[in-house]
């Protein structure tokens, strides 16, 4: 069997003990994601209240309004863009997370 000479095992080491310091700069992984609500009261009482459809009879609606959600990159901090559009989102797979009220 042969042997390793002492500055290759010393280089090999250092490699390993080096790698998870140095950062990958492979594909984009999302992740996180930003979820934007926005609340219907609130952007009718801003200055694009002619835009908003304000109810003639009462106050708008208690629930909120998705009004974005980015996937974000924590390398670089950045959003994540052009991404894969033959993957579905499927809304029953993450019903787990969604609270119902209870009657």
């Known amino acids: ?3 390793l000479k002492p500055s290759l095992l010393l280089y090999i080491l250092a490699s390993l003990c080096i790698s998870p310091f140095i950062p990958a ?3 984009a992984q999302s992740d996180f ?3 934007n609500l926005m609340w219907p009261g609130s952007y009718c009482n801003t200055a694009n209240f002619k835009t908003c459809c304000m109810p003639t009879t009462s ?3 208690l629930d909120f309004i998705v009004e974005s959600m980015e996937m ?3 390398y670089s901090g950045s959003v994540i863009t052009n991404c894969n ?8 797979q993450g019903s ?3 609270w119902l009220d209870e009657v």
């Open 59 to 61: 106050k708008p609606a």
């Open 72 to 74: 974000y990159d924590s």
């Open 25 to 27: 700069q492979g594909v």
């Open 1 to 3: 069997m042969a042997t």
């Open 33 to 35: 994601f930003y979820l």
């Open 85 to 92: 559009s033959t993957c579905n989102f499927y809304v029953n």
């Open 96 to 98: 787990y997370v969604i």
